[in-house]
């Protein structure tokens, strides 16, 4: 308890604007997001069955005096994005379970010094780049790799085999909890070697033989990076970085582009068999979470969130399993949309509130 009250005190003693970025950053990634349109499940009307239990499972991982440095060691194998997602969900179950002030704050800063063990850059993405690289790692990266040059017809296949992915995951891990699997990191900026407007965008999707939570999963590859050097693109992404945004053309601004399975390297043919592939599982996991009966809907959501966040408990030499009393907390219990997640996300003073963990948030 006495690293969790220095760390506090480091917090509250220092400058603060991180907080404010995260929420301001948070409240700009909602945009009109309307959660009633979340499929299999509202995340959120999940957790509120269980938050305090939650918490106090993940407690463990705070008191922990190895978590953040065994995170240092896992950084490039660990995706900041999935856990910058848990951050935020975190930030409105402490106000659910009514945790006081110093808990929220000493939580949130966990995380924080989480993400930066693992993001080189900016890690709320707040001007839009998330470049979880330095430079110099990145250009490491690239003169690895055997670019092929663009053309329309590679532009189409790979955004075919990105859709792909980003519904497979979806299925594999429901609507906001696909962060888990799928992160666009980028734009970097590579102008001096490519001709100038050039950027590097990498799309990541990991974790896609996920046994840990669908026992039966089959699969060609557990990773895949799409490698893609765009002119006069614009690409942008928010704090969940499995968006992605385009102010410019990304098919016919395709300059270069390579596509990396675990660590090998794919021939175009080999790509649209993949295409192939995961466009058919996508369409097959999808159809068996949204078809589970809703008592084990609720417990795989609680298996997949837990899932998320394992990263952390490894870090801490901890099991990452969901407790009993976290699958107990949900056993039985409808949903119920409650009337503060049923307030508009563009309303930003009424969101601010309930994820400040500054301010206090009454729930009813």
């Known amino acids: 308890m006495r690293v969790l009250q220095i760390r506090f005190m480091n917090l509250i003693s220092s400058d603060e604007s991180w907080l404010d970025v995260f929420v301001e950053r948070t409240l700009d990634t909602f945009g009109e997001m309307d959660f009633h349109t979340l499929q299999p499940f509202v995340n959120l009307e999940l957790e509120a069955l269980y938050a305090g239990e939650f918490l106090e499972n993940l407690w463990r991982v705070v008191e922990s005096p190895s978590a953040l440095r065994e995170l240092r060691k896992m950084r490039g194998r660990v995706s900041p994005g999935q856990l910058s997602d848990q951050m935020l969900f975190a930030a409105i179950n402490l106000k659910m379970a009514g945790w006081p002030k110093e808990k929220r704050l000493m939580l949130l800063d966990f995380f924080y010094q989480a993400l930066k063990a693992l993001h080189a850059g900016d890690v709320f993405v707040s001007t839009g780049r998330n470049c979880v690289l330095e430079d110099a790692e990145m250009r490491r990266v690239l003169a690895s790799l055997s670019l092929s040059r663009g053309s329309l017809q590679s532009a189409r296949t790979l955004g075919k085999l990105y859709n792909a992915l980003y519904h ?125 009966p809703f008592e084990e809907l609720k417990q795989k959501g609680v298996l997949i969130r837990q899932f998320a966040i394992k990263p952390l408990f490894d870090a801490a030499g901890l099991g990452w399993l969901p407790t009993e009393k976290m699958l107990g907390a949900v056993r039985n219990k409808p949903f119920k949309m409650p009337v503060w997640l049923s307030v508009p996300t563009s309303n930003r003073e009424h969101w601010r509130k309930i994820i400040d963990p500054r301010l206090d948030f009454a729930f009813e």
């Open 168 to 292: 497979l995951a979806n299925g594999f891990y429901s609507d906001m909890y696909m962060g888990i699997c799928i992160q666009n990191y980028g734009a970097y900026g590579v102008s001096d070697l490519f001709g100038q407007g050039r950027e590097l965008v990498i799309k990541n999707a990991f974790n896609l033989r996920p046994a840990e939570v669908w026992p039966q999963v089959q699969g060609p590859f557990g990773e895949i990076k799409v490698y893609c050097v765009y002119k006069n693109a614009g690409f942008t992404t928010d704090l969940f970085s499995c968006h992605s945004q385009y102010s410019g053309d990304p098919l016919n601004g395709l300059e270069f582009w390579a596509v990396e399975a675990d660590g090998r390297q794919l021939d175009f043919k080999e790509v649209e068999k993949i295409v192939e592939f995961y466009s058919r599982q996508s369409v097959e996991y999808w159809r068996k979470i949204a078809s589970l």
